[in-house]
C-alpha cells in the first residue's frame, strides 16, 4: 500500500511539472525587445509578471503591441525560444511558444485577456481551436473580385504561437487585371480581435470567433484605428489597407512590386485541408480545388466576402489601388433593387400625375452615399455629431415634405371624387 502512494504521489508531481509553465532553472524570462518603443516602467512591470506567472516556458519575450486606455494599458507579446537575445524573430515566418494580450493597470499588476487561460491551474495552454473551415468562411478580399495564389504557397509549421495554424499569400495589383480585388482586408468570419503586431510599416491581427472557435490572422496591413484589441469585426467588414511594394519589418516582410500587395492570411486546416466559400486546399499538394477546378500557385483565385468598395478602402482607411474593379453585386443588393422596383410600379406609379417616381432612386443613392461617409468618417477619428444633425435635419425634412405630397394628394383625389 505504501508503494501504490508514493507512486500516486511521483505521477501527481510530474502531471504539476507538465501543467506548470516550466522555464529552464535559473533563468527567469524578461523583455527583449518591443516593435515600437516602451517605456521603462512598462518594461519592469512586465519583468515583474514573467518572473512570477509567466504564461508559457519561453525565455524571451517581445512587446509587439501597447495601447493607453482609461485607467490601463493593453499589451500584446509572444513569447519566443531563441538562440539568445538579439537573434532576429519576425511574427510572419518565426515560432513563438505563446502569445496574446494582456491587461497592465496603473499599479504595475497585470492580469491576461487571453481565452487561452485555464482555471484552475492557472495554466496558460494553447487553445485547441476549431479546425478545416467551411463555406461559411468568406476568403479576405473585395468581393466578386479574383487575388493571386502566391509562390510560396502553403507556409509555416503551424507553430505560430496557436495550435496549427498555416498561412498563404493572397495577391493583388493594378496591373493584375480589370478583375484584381483592391488592396483592402476584408473579415473572413465574425471575429474579435485578441492580439496585435505592430511595427512602423504594418500591423498584423488575430481574430476570434468565440462560438466556432475559429482563429484568422491578417497581417501586413496599414495602421488604421480598427486595428485594436478587442474590436469586432462582421463577416466581409473592412478590415484595413494592405502595405504597397517592397518591406522588412518584425511584423512582416515581402518582396513585390511597387503597384503589387498581399495580405498574408492564417488559419487552422483539419486532415490536411482547410476550406474557404467553394474551394478546398490540400495541404500536401498546396493547390486549391474551386468547384472542380485546380488552382496553383501562380494562378487566379475568384471569390472574396468582402462588402466594401475601392472607394471606401482609399478614402477611409489608406492609401488603395486605383483603377481596380468596383464591387460586384451581392444578394442585398438585388434584394433592395427589387423592393424599390416593387414600390416604384405597384404604388408609386399608381398616384396622380406628380414628378417623376425615378426620386426614389435618387433618395436611395443619396442613403448609399450618406453610410459610406459616416463610415469613413468614424475610420478617421472625426466627429461625427454634427454629420449626424444633419441626418436627422434632411430626415425631417423629407418627412415632412412628404406628408404634405400625401395630404395635397388627398385633397385632389377627394376632389376628383367630389367628396368636398
Known amino acids: 500500500m505504501k508503494k501504490f502512494f508514493n507512486v500516486l504521489f511521483i505521477v501527481w508531481i510530474l502531471s504539476l511539472s507538465l501543467a506548470m509553465p516550466a522555464v529552464a532553472q535559473g533563468e527567469t524570462p524578461y523583455i527583449i525587445r518591443s516593435t515600437k518603443p516602451i517605456s521603462d516602467e512598462l518594461r519592469a512591470q512586465l ?35 531563441l538562440a539568445s537575445p538579439d537573434a ?27 481565452v487561452a487561460m485555464q482555471a484552475p491551474l492557472k495554466v496558460w495552454a494553447i487553445p485547441k481551436l476549431a479546425a478545416g473551415g467551411g463555406s461559411y468562411v468568406a476568403f479576405p478580399w473585395q468581393a466578386g473580385t479574383a487575388v493571386m495564389y502566391g509562390p510560396r504557397g502553403v507556409h509555416g509549421d503551424g507553430d505560430y504561437g496557436t495550435s496549427g495554424l498555416v498561412a498563404v499569400d493572397l495577391v493583388s495589383g493594378t496591373d493584375l487585371g480589370p478583375s484584381a480585388a483592391n488592396d ?6 465574425v471575429g474579435t480581435v485578441d492580439y496585435v503586431c505592430e511595427d512602423a510599416l504594418t500591423v498584423a491581427v488575430r481574430t476570434h470567433n468565440e462560438t466556432t472557435g475559429d482563429y484568422f490572422v491578417y497581417a501586413h496591413m496599414l495602421a488604421n484605428d480598427n486595428l485594436d484589441y478587442d474590436v469586432n469585426f462582421a463577416r466581409g467588414e473592412l478590415m484595413g489597407s494592405l502595405k504597397h511594394g517592397s518591406f522588412n519589418d518584425t511584423c512582416g516582410w515581402a518582396e513585390q512590386a511597387p503597384n503589387h500587395w498581399h495580405v498574408h492570411w492564417m488559419f487552422e486546416p483539419a486532415s490536411g485541408s482547410f476550406r474557404a466559400e467553394d474551394c478546398r486546399l490540400t495541404v500536401s499538394t498546396e493547390k486549391w480545388d474551386c468547384s472542380g477546378k485546380t488552382v496553383g500557385t501562380g494562378q487566379s483565385i475568384y471569390g472574396g466576402g468582402g462588402f466594401g468598395s475601392a472607394s471606401q478602402s482609399a478614402s477611409g482607411l489608406g492609401t488603395a489601388g486605383s483603377g481596380i474593379a468596383d464591387t460586384q453585386a451581392t444578394f442585398w443588393d438585388y434584394l ?24 426614389v432612386y435618387v433618395m436611395y443613392n443619396a442613403v448609399e452615399i450618406v453610410f459610406r461617409l459616416s463610415r469613413v468618417l468614424v475610420y478617421q477619428s472625426i466627429n461625427i455629431a454634427p ?32 367628396l368636398i
Open 47 to 81: 519583468d515583474a509578471w514573467l518572473a512570477i506567472d509567466a504564461p508559457s516556458s519561453a525565455h524571451y519575450y517581445i512587446v509587439t503591441y501597447w495601447k493607453q486606455k482609461l485607467g490601463y494599458m493593453v499589451v500584446s507579446l509572444v513569447g519566443v525560444d
Open 88 to 114: 532576429a524573430w519576425t511574427f510572419t515566418e518565426d515560432p513563438s511558444a505563446w502569445m496574446g494580450t494582456v491587461k497592465v493597470l496603473a499599479d504595475g499588476s497585470v492580469s491576461p485577456l487571453s
Open 184 to 189: 483592402g482586408v476584408y473579415a473572413s468570419d
Open 336 to 359: 433592395l433593387g427589387g423592393m424599390i422596383f416593387m414600390f416604384d410600379k405597384l404604388f408609386v406609379e399608381q398616384l396622380p400625375e406628380h414628378t417623376s417616381a425615378k426620386f
Open 387 to 418: 454629420l449626424v444633425d444633419a441626418i436627422k435635419f434632411v430626415i425631417g425634412l423629407n418627412l415632412a415634405m412628404s406628408g404634405i405630397h400625401i395630404i395635397i394628394w388627398c385633397i385632389r383625389t377627394f376632389k376628383a371624387l367630389k
